[in-house]
């Protein structure tokens, strides 16, 4: 017993020791802990930036694709020349729709990077105007889902006091709305965060690519790949947990 | 008697599905001020959709609506002003869950009619302690009964000060013992001179406070007529068997 533990107190510093080189080596010789520094400032710029475009891309795609949808009748009826131009409108929502959520992320980054935008050099604007887009597609269904779980009453209710239908969706439907999306566009945000990882695909220095970067230099692959997870999930979990005080929030004002 | 039409219908045609359903075959009616007219009639027979034609929550496919003379069905008449003459009452209430009850009622004078806050309120505190609910207007529309609720949809609808009021089937989804509540509101208004439309199954509110009784079959008016008449003397077979199964 006394045998096996000295002997596991012995490899047990050994390993301990092997431990603090390795980690020596990977971040503190020659600042190498910067590319994780950097890499994921360069994460965070990219995914708020992405969050607010594609919040403010699903916000337009939503708006036109329930207009359409609940005004279909009234603007042929009423508006002939309104209703061709919504119609037109709604289609090419549906077909941005269905191509960015019909193809994968890292196809349409490397699209951005190497066709649309090949003349730019600022590759993290690149990747918040692919993320971004990306991201809009999925911020769109989720506010359409929460326009079209409103109850039709509402809307009636509204239109039939006489107010208008954008008033209508201005003082009645989108405040429950917000309430009910709030947490799914928060979620949202997260899964934006850990897709960004694939922005090194068009060498953009994220935290991915920071930790990949050390492995290269280092010939270990452990320490820097899982520090990197470490970080991922460190920020996750904070989101998540702010995600859940929202939800409990909302949760206290409903009546 | 013709005096003060405030609704007229002229051939109001309403069919779905590129004509395979005829929600709506042809309705001419006028309604006249003060008038209650209750519209009657089997399911399916379009009181519903006539009742939504109204203030154009149905848009037609054939015919004219007239509001003081005007043709809400011309694209070129402001739809949202005349909606604003013309409350309505729906089956499942419709309130809005996420304001108060003072909020609801409020909101549509305040925002439309430019009222001042104060005044609403003053208003609505009236118009619910009319209806015996001025101790509920801070609480929120999940906190009522359905009687409550519906009385509170009643007086939201009389704060944009009406000419009209429709009624679709307004206590069909309440509690029996929560009929009589929403019934006796219904009564007041209209003794009080209110212009109704009023879409039920209570044939004891048809008779005792109908100006006029419509039977619906089919998306068309089979017969109309004073309640007392028509209860009493009854002549389509259409009417004698509809009321057979209902009295
Ligand atoms: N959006 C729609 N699409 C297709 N058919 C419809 C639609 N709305 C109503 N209808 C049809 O129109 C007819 C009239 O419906 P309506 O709701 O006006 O009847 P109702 O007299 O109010 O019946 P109830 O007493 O059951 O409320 C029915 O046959 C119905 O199925
Ligand atoms: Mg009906």
New binding site residues.
């Given amino acids: 017993m006394g045998a096996w533990f000295e002997g596991f107190k012995a490899n047990a510093g050994a390993w301990f020791e092997d431990f603090k080189a390795t980690f020596r080596l990977n971040f503190i010789e020659d600042n190498r802990y910067m590319y994780l520094v950097n890499g994921l400032k360069n994460t965070l710029i990219i995914t708020v930036f992405a969050a607010l475009l594609g919040i403010a891309l699903g916000i337009i795609v939503a708006s036109v694709r329930t207009t359409f949808d609940k005004n279909e009748e009234s603007m042929r009826m009423r508006n002939k020349g309104l209703y061709i131009v919504m119609k037109i409108a709604n289609t090419v929502c549906k077909v941005y729709l269905t191509v960015i959520r019909g193809t994968p992320v890292v196809v349409q980054l490397m699209i951005m990077y190497f066709i649309i935008m090949a003349s730019s050099t600022n590759s993290v604007l690149i990747a918040i105007l692919a993320f971004g887009i990306n991201s809009g597609a999925y911020v769109a269904e989720i506010f359409r889902g929460g326009i079209m779980s409103i109850d039709n009453g509402q809307f009636e209710a509204g239109r039939s006091l006489g107010f208008s239908y954008f008033r209508t969706m201005y003082h009645i439907v989108v405040p429950q709305v917000i309430k009910n999306v709030l947490p799914a566009l928060l979620n949202e945000c997260i899964a934006l965060l850990k897709e960004t990882s694939v922005a090194g695909y068009v060498s953009i220095q994220d935290l991915t690519k920071g930790g990949d970067i050390i492995r290269g230099r280092t010939y270990s692959a452990f320490m820097p790949l899982i520090m990197v997870a470490l970080i991922y999930l460190i920020v996750v979990v904070v989101l998540t947990w702010l995600v859940g005080k929202v939800e409990r929030r909302l949760k206290v004002s409903e009546r | 008697m013709n005096d003060n039409v405030l609704i007229k219908v002229e051939g109001l045609k309403?069919h779905?599905?590129g004509g395979t359903?005829k929600?709506?075959d042809g309705i001419d009616m006028e309604i006249r001020q003060g008038e209650v007219v209750v519209i009657i009639?089997?399911?399916?027979?379009?009181?519903?959709?006539?009742l939504?034609s109204l203030n154009l929550l149905e848009y037609p496919t054939e015919g004219h609506i007239y509001i003081d003379g005007a043709d809400i069905t011309n694209p070129k008449v402001n739809l949202n002003r005349h909606r604003q003459k013309m409350g309505m009452v729906f089956q499942h209430f419709n309130l809005f869950p996420h304001m108060t009850i003072l909020g609801n009622m409020t909101l549509a004078p305040v925002k439309l009619l430019k009222m001042p806050k104060k005044e609403a309120e003053q208003m609505a505190m009236e118009l619910l302690e009319r209806v015996g609910l001025g101790d509920r207007a801070a609480a929120y529309p999940g906190q009522l009964s359905g009687g409550q609720k519906q009385r509170i949809a009643i007086v939201r609808a009389l704060c944009m000060k009406p000419e009209v009021l429709l009624f679709?089937?307004p206590t069909s989804a309440l509690d029996p013992e929560m009929v009589g509540e929403v019934l006796d509101v219904m009564k007041e208004l209209a003794k009080d001179g209110m212009t109704m439309v009023v879409?039920t199954?209570e044939m004891g509110f048809a008779r005792e406070v109908g100006s006029r009784v419509v039977f619906?079959a089919d998306?068309m008016v089979v017969e109309e007529n004073d309640p007392q008449t028509l209860f009493a003397n009854p002549k389509s077979p259409r009417l004698q068997d509809f009321l057979a199964k209902v009295l």
């Avoid at chain 2, 089997?42 to 519903?48: A, D, R, V």
Wanted: hydrophobic share 25%.
């Fill in positions: 309403k779905y599905k359903i929600a709506l009639g089997p399911s399916g027979s379009g009181k519903s959709t006539f939504r679709d089937e879409v199954h619906m998306g």
